[in-house]
């Protein structure tokens, strides 16, 4: 059984910072890439940034420069610093993992966060 939990959403105002992390447990062998999506009300889920096992990352425009994916592959956490904060971040924040495991290989997704960012 693969888990990832994530934490760090929470309610901050337009300007201000956050920072989530997402840890994977469970019988893993190895995690290939790592990524944050968001998914705001009445939109269609989407990609805010991820990252490979070896480090090379990829943000959407929407928030280059202002957000930072890292991951600490001894803890198999991903972690997204969010600064300068938009009412237009608010979401749902969901943690993605391309894995291998006892059981095999695949995408596995966290419950979510929810991030509010008010004006």
């Known amino acids: 059984q693969v888990q990832l939990v994530e934490s760090g959403g929470g309610l901050v105002q337009a300007g201000g910072s956050l920072r989530l992390s997402c840890a994977a447990s469970g019988s893993i062998f190895r995690i290939n890439a790592m990524a944050w999506y968001r998914q705001a009300p009445g939109k269609q889920r989407e990609l805010a940034a991820a990252?490979?096992?070896?480090?090379?990352?990829n943000y959407a425009d929407s928030v280059k420069g202002r957000f930072t994916i890292s991951r600490d592959n001894a803890k198999n956490t991903v972690y997204l610093q969010m600064n300068s904060l938009k009412p237009e971040d608010t979401a749902v924040y969901y943690c993605n993992a391309d894995l291998v495991w006892r059981g095999g290989r695949g995408g596995y997704w966290g419950q979510g966060t929810q991030v509010t960012v008010s004006s």
């Open positions: 990252i490979t096992s070896g480090g090379s990352t």
